[in-house]
T-cell receptor, first 115, second 114 residues
Framework: AQKITQTQPGMFVQEKEAVTLDCTYDTSDQSYGLFWYKQPSSGEMIFLIYQGSYDEQNATEGRYSLNFQKARKSANLVISASQLGDSAMYFCAMRAGTNAGKSTFGDGTTLTVKP | DTAVSQTPKYLVTQMGNDKSIKCEQNLGHDTMYWYKQDSKKFLKIMFSYNNKELIINETVPNRFSPKSPDKAHLNLHINSLELGDSAVYFC?????????????FGPGTRLLVL
């Protein structure tokens, strides 16, 4: 069975500072993909960043980077230079090789950026 | 250009009614999905179709019936709506069903059953 755990229901960060959102995962598959999505208060689900299980380098997309530690089964999202518009709910998700037709999502972390 | 679109965006209806939600993607993707997000924001897969074939049915009540007329469309029909069906329903698509393929979501349909 696949499982995603996000242990931080809510996080606060000061504008312009960096913040790390935690995500741990569990799967018996060797081939899997890890994803982060942002859901602002308007409700849409916005894809942010992807990390493949065989990727040796940590993924980066602009101000977003994924701190992938395979042995620890963690895939933390780092947002640098936080902006007010980063305030949203963030979901970690996984798709695993044998049943990749679906994504398993964590419970989400609500990030609030303070001015 | 909207990549994944859903209609309607909002749906308010009475218990016992039947309703449909439509989804279309113009990305040329082979795989489409329906997810349900409840009031606590938990997201859970309901169905997945690959090239019009059902590949995942996550023990959803049979009042919910997906239909894929072609690989660009995946509609969701719900019979005999119940209060517990109130949620946001997201359609999504990906290039294919491989683990490395990103899912792109539609804007969601907010269903309220009274």
């Amino acid at each position: 069975a696949q499982k995603i755990t996000q242990t931080q229901p809510g996080m606060f960060v000061q504008e312009k500072e960096a913040v790390t959102l935690d995500c741990t995962y569990d799967t018996s598959d060797q081939s899997y993909g890890l994803f982060w999505y942002k859901q602002p208060s308007s409700g849409e689900m916005i894809f942010l960043i992807y990390q493949g299980s065989y990727d040796e380098q940590n993924a980066t997309e602009g101000r977003y980077s994924l701190n992938f530690q395979k042995a620890r089964k963690s895939a933390n999202l780092v947002i640098s230079a936080s902006q007010l518009g980063d305030s949203a709910m963030y979901f970690c998700a996984m798709r695993a090789g044998t049943n990749a037709g679906k994504s398993t999502f964590g419970d989400g972390t609500t990030l609030t950026v303070k001015p | 250009d909207t990549a994944v679109s859903q209609t309607p965006k909002y749906l308010v209806t009475q218990m016992g009614n039947d309703k449909s939600i439509k989804c279309e993607q113009n990305l040329g993707h082979d795989t489409m999905y329906w997810y349900k997000q409840d009031s606590k924001k938990f997201l859970k897969i309901m169905f997945s179709y690959n090239n019009k074939e059902l590949i995942i049915n996550e023990t959803v009540p049979n009042r919910f019936s997906p239909k894929s007329p072609d690989k660009a469309h995946l509609n969701l029909h719900i019979n005999s709506l119940e209060l517990g069906d109130s949620a946001v329903y997201f359609c999504a698509s990906s290039q294919d069903r491989l683990a490395g393929e990103t899912q792109y979501f539609g804007p969601g349909t907010r269903l309220l059953v009274l």
